[in-house]
């Protein structure tokens, strides 16, 4: 157990920012929890498809650092919400299992392709060690398998899907998530919540630090132990009112997606990601939810400033009615069944998105782009100032763990 009388400030209640403040209680630590919306978990961390991730994605990374580092945030995101929400697996909005596909302007071959992805099974099977509790109950002993021309015919564009193959990486609802987080938040004493303060900086105040923050009742100091720095599209420039600066290039693109509350749209319940490039994929949740993405109609803007511009959570008019055409135009050539849906169904889409983050200074349409490995990531720590880039949301309770070790040791 940690320090009782432990003063920290987590900045950002975005999924990182939740569980680090979840662990830090835990452990003993008082802790406030800032965030500029009205909501917890109500930006990029839950308007996105909810991937617990293996690194089956990163096939640009051919050194498997990303698919590593991704296997130990999967294992780990299941025991964390057994553990500090009480959520099991069943209780748990999971999508089935995700389908690869291979498109035709695929930046990789499928031969290399099956080997990638023979390779990151090979890891996660022996980072597993079988445990099927790790993984929301997963049988992580299933290699990925290879689609026969029939199968791919039956339920794709053969002339778009050149490959297909099938894996045990899940997606969980995030706002399923978001639900239970904020549940859990609002019932636990020693958290609380600062909402509709924008962190304007951070400063030394003796032997500790100063959060500044702004908000309805104007500006507001705060003097605690430890600062937590779990901003997403923030971070950078709180990072640097401390005089801490990156020293590479950075990229933040904003994208949109597609949300369905019901998929009585679409009946085939599946999980299709495409590789390897800017494309997108769909995600069908256990709970009858949906989520749709098409890179090249999704993707409205990026920027390399220190804090991205204030891009619109919600896509209004007309961008919103050309997202949902372009990206069921896109997907529907490659999943017919997508198509026969009467485009009056889409007409209730919520269009929702936020900012990526990654190092890099192009985008993914570069085949050699930064942008394709998530490795060098994680917690930062400059004496009792931690910074964290958690890279993915499925790696948030891992990096949320280190970050407090380092703090309230267990």
Known sequence: MGK???????LGGGLLGCCTALVLARRGASVTLFDRTDQ?????????????HFGYVYAGDSSLATARMMIRGALLFAPFLRDCLD?????????????????????RSVDYLSGYFDA????????????????????????PRKWSAAEIGAAF???????????????????????????????????EVRLRRTVQSVGESGARLRVVSDGPEGLERGDYDHVVNALWDGRLAVDATLGIRPK????????????????EVFKVPLALTMVHGPFGGIVCYGNGAMYLAWYPACRVGSSDNLEP???????????????IRDTIGALAEIVPALGAVDPRTFADALVVGGNIFAWGSTDTDDAASELHQRHDIGVVSVGNYHSVDPGKLSL???????????????
Do not use: M
């Open 4 to 10: 009782v009388n432990l003063r920290v400030a987590v």
């Open 396 to 410: 948030t309770p891992y990096f949320a763990e280190i970050c407090a070790d380092r703090i309230a040791p267990p």
């Open 40 to 52: 917890l978990i109500s930006r990029t961390s839950v308007h996105n498809e909810g991937k617990i």
């Open 87 to 107: 959520l099991v697996p069943e209780r748990i909005a999971l999508s089935s299992p995700h389908v690869y596909l291979v498109h035709r302007d695929s930046q």
């Open 248 to 263: 590479r290039p950075w990229l933040y693109r904003f994208r949109y997606g597609l949300r369905f509350e019901s998929r």
């Open 157 to 191: 564009d053969p002339a778009t899907a050149v490959a297909a193959f099938d894996t045990e990486e899940l997606a969980v609802d995030p706002y399923a998530l978001a639900r239970a987080f904020r549940e859990r938040i609002a019932a636990t004493p020693a958290i």
């Open 120 to 143: 990151v099974h090979a890891l996660v099977e022996d980072a597993a060690g079988g445990a099927k509790k790790d993984y929301f109950g997963a049988d992580l002993h299933q290699a």
């Open 309 to 323: 511009p204030a891009w619109p959570t919600h896509a209004a008019e007309p961008l919103r009615s050309r997202i």
